[in-house]
Structures are given as C-alpha cells and as structure tokens.
C-alpha cells in the first residue's frame, strides 16, 4: 500500500485535488439549488422547468458545433508546437461561429415557441423563456474549453460552475425566506441572467489572462477547417449530452411532468458520484494531448493507471455514501421526491463501473480518434433510449435509471475496446493495477 500511495503521490493528483474542490463546491451548489427548486416548485413545476432546459441545452449544443472539446485539444497542442498564430486564429473563428449561431438560435426558438399553439399556454411561455439561455449556455462551453487547453483547470469551472447556480441559490433563498411565490418564470428568468453575468466573467478573465497576449488573428483564418475538425466533437458533445437528457426528455414525454420531477434529484445528485472523474479529467485532457503531439505513448499511460486507481477508489466510496444515504438526500427535497431513492443504487453502480474503465473517451478524442468516442457514445444513447422506451410506460422512474445505466455500461464496454487498439495498453482498473505490480520492486 505504501508503496501505491508514493507511486499516486504526483503532481497530477496534486492538481486534481484542487479540482474536486471546485467541483465539490460545485456539486454542493446543484444540490442547494435543486433542493431549493424542489421546495418552491413542487415536483410538476420542477418537472416543466427541468424538460424545457433539457430542451434548450441540447440546442446549445448544437450550436456549439464541437468547438468546445475541440478547443482543448487544439489549444494543448498549438501551445506544444509554439504555434501562437495558429492559436490566435482558432480562438477567433470559434468564438465568432458559436457566439452569431447560438444567437441565431435563440432567436428562432423564441418565435417558434412563443407561437406554438400545441404547447400549453404556461409551458409555452416558460419554454420562450428558456430560449434565451441558448447564446450564453454555448458560450460557457466554448470558452471553458479554451480555459482547458490554457491549462487554466479552475478558471474553466469556477464561472459556470460556482457563480452561475451561486446566483440562482441567492435569489431563490431570498423568495423563500420571504415567503415570495417564486414559480417556474421567475426561475427561468434568474437563470437567464446568473448564465449571462458568468459567460461574461468567463470571457473578461480569460482575455486578461491568456487572450490579450496572443497576435493578432491571421486574414483569412481558416474556418473551414476548424468547421471540419469540429463537427466529429459536435457530434460527440450532441451524443452525450442526448444520453445524459434523454431520461428526463422521454420521463416528460411518456410519463408526464409528476414522474420527470421525481426523478430530478436523483440526476442532481448523480454528479457527486460522477465528481472523481470529472476533476482529474480538467487536467488529463491537456496533459494527453501534449503528450500524444510528442509521441510520448509511455507517458499517456503511465498517467492513465494513476487517473483510473485514484478515480475508482474515490468514485467507489462516494457512490456508496450517497447510495446509502438515498432516503435521508431525497427525503429533504419533499415527501414525493422520497420515492425515488432506491434509483440512485442503479446510477451509482454504473458511475463505478464508469470510472473502473479508466478514461476511454478522452484517451480517444485527444489522440484524434474522436469518432471511435461517437460511435461508442451513440451505441450508449441507443440502448438507453432502447430500454427506456420499453419500460418507462409502465415503471417510470425507474425505467429511466435502468435505461441510464444500460448507456453507460454499453459505450465505457465499446471504448475500452477502441482504447486498447489504439494504445496498446490496457486503461481499466485491471489494466492499472497490473501495470503497478510490473512496477513494484
């Protein structure tokens, strides 16, 4: 054991300490903030807000074109190579294509909802409403995905992440405190404006910090290839954020508003267990993708066995607290939401089983193999959608947890297979632990 510690004793855990602190925070924020919704909402209201962002976020995505992803990759590797135009020119064309689209979209979303007739009247105005998150929602993607390629791992959570829901908590605590109906609108509306005040600090602080000092973009940069080099990421981004949504969106579709508002706890809370990989893969991601520029094949994984054993041992205790804790977590949310407490059994077991794979999908993405990633990830998204049309009719909830899980055991099975072709080495949990013991005196 000790000998496992010293070896995981790198500056790599080091730096991933600190975001998991930021991603705690994080966590703790989503969790106030659903908690509060909860209270204020009830779970149809809950429900209603939760399906319309559900809608909206996939849109921004879209709009987003893959450049977000891109940018991390991208951006490590020009800075390996000193290529500080073509830097310049890449941060040019992304934020000019995503920032025009996204608020394209926003436009023609609010006109063709505000006039749906099919929609309810207090659905329709609160789905308008959401429309509006769609420029700042892309912009937030974009620019942390730069923030990554810096290696600026905090500065890429901490807006969206922290001053975002921040200002969510603040107001909805106010109208709790208060006694003010604060219903779905209003909710919206505060959301519009805490996404638009941290796209904006995200933006300001990465100019000062990394963007001022670059040359100026080249005449004629080229779009077209960035265009190109980020459609297989849009489809990657469109295709995970489809197998994260696609619960709540067939919940609303099948099962009706009640059962999508049971089951939003249970996906708020889902990122806690999620929190081990998603921190130590802010500073995997550009560590990957200059090593890969460099050909340096040993170093990749030699930074895979300590991400994939350091993840899975604190994925595995996290995902057993909360399992545990189910009925004291949801029980706090309301009598309705309690309900849905054994779900998290079914989540938790498949973010361990996530984390035991080691990081396929990003191994992937950073050494250019991003459509092995989308073919994977759309393999997930249909078993999902698979079991979930099949047995959310007549279970629910439960039918969504089950149709999540089969997902993400299906595309982490996939990529660990487009991993081991790729590399040559094995990143699950198995592979990592063999690889220490080769190690060991």
């Not at 939003?264 to 990122?271: F, G, K, M």
Request: charged share 10%.
């Amino acid at each position: 054991m000790g000998t496992l510690v010293r070896q995981l004793n790198a500056p790599f855990a080091r730096a991933t300490g600190a975001s998991i602190a930021i991603q705690l925070g994080a966590v703790g924020l989503a969790f106030g903030q659903a908690l509060l919704a909860a209270r204020l909402l009830g779970a149809a209201g809950y429900g209603s807000v939760a399906w319309a962002m559900s809608v909206v976020s996939v849109i921004a995505t879209v709009c987003l074109l893959g450049f977000g992803p891109l940018a991390v990759r991208e951006i490590a590797a020009r800075r390996a190579a000193g290529d500080t135009a073509g830097l310049s020119s890449f941060v040019a064309v992304s934020v000019a294509v995503v920032g025009l689209l996204s608020i394209a979209a926003a436009a023609g979303f609010v006109w063709f909802a505000g006039r749906a007739s099919w929609i309810a009247g207090d659905y329709r105005e609160v789905l308008a409403l959401c429309g509006l998150l769609i420029p700042p929602l892309a912009i937030i993607a974009l620019l942390r995905g730069v923030a990554q390629g810096f290696g600026r791992a905090l500065l890429a959570q901490v807006p969206g992440d922290l001053v975002r829901p921040g200002i969510l908590i603040a107001a909805m605590t106010a109208a709790f405190v208060t006694g003010t109906a604060f219903g779905p609108v209003p909710f919206i509306r505060t959301a519009i404006a805490g996404t638009w005040i941290a796209a904006l600090l995200l933006g300001y602080l990465l100019w000062r910090d990394e963007l001022s000092a670059l040359p100026a973009p080249e005449r004629g940069a080229r779009a077209r290839s960035h265009l190109v080099a980020a459609l297989p990421f849009l489809g990657l981004g469109l295709t995970g954020l489809l197998e994260a949504e696609a619960s709540t969106l067939m919940l609303g579709w099948l099962a009706g508003p009640f059962e999508t508002g049971i089951f939003q706890p249970v996906v708020r809370i889902a990122p806690l267990i999620m929190l081990p990989v998603q921190a130590a893969l802010m500073q995997f991601a550009p560590l990957v993708a200059g090593h890969w520029q460099r050909g340096e094949i040993g170093q990749i994984h030699a930074l895979t066995v300590k991400f994939t054993i350091l993840t899975v041992l604190v994925t595995a205790g996290v995902a057993l607290a909360i399992a545990l804790a189910g009925p004291l977590l949801l029980g706090v949310f309301g009598s309705d939401f309690a309900q849905g407490a054994h779900l998290l059994w079914f989540i938790a077991a498949a973010q361990v089983f996530n984390a035991a794979c080691g990081p396929v999908g990003t191994l992937l993405i950073m050494s250019d193999r991003s459509g092995w990633t989308l073919a994977g990830q759309l393999l997930g998204l249909a078993v999902n959608v698979a079991v979930g049309l099949a047995l959310i009719p007549a279970f629910g909830a439960l039918g969504a947890a089950l149709g999540m899980a089969g997902g993400i055991a299906a595309w982490n099975l996939a990529l660990v297979v487009a991993v081991r072709r790729r590399f040559g080495f094995d990143p699950t949990l198995l592979g990592a632990v063999a690889a220490l013991g080769r190690r060991s005196p």
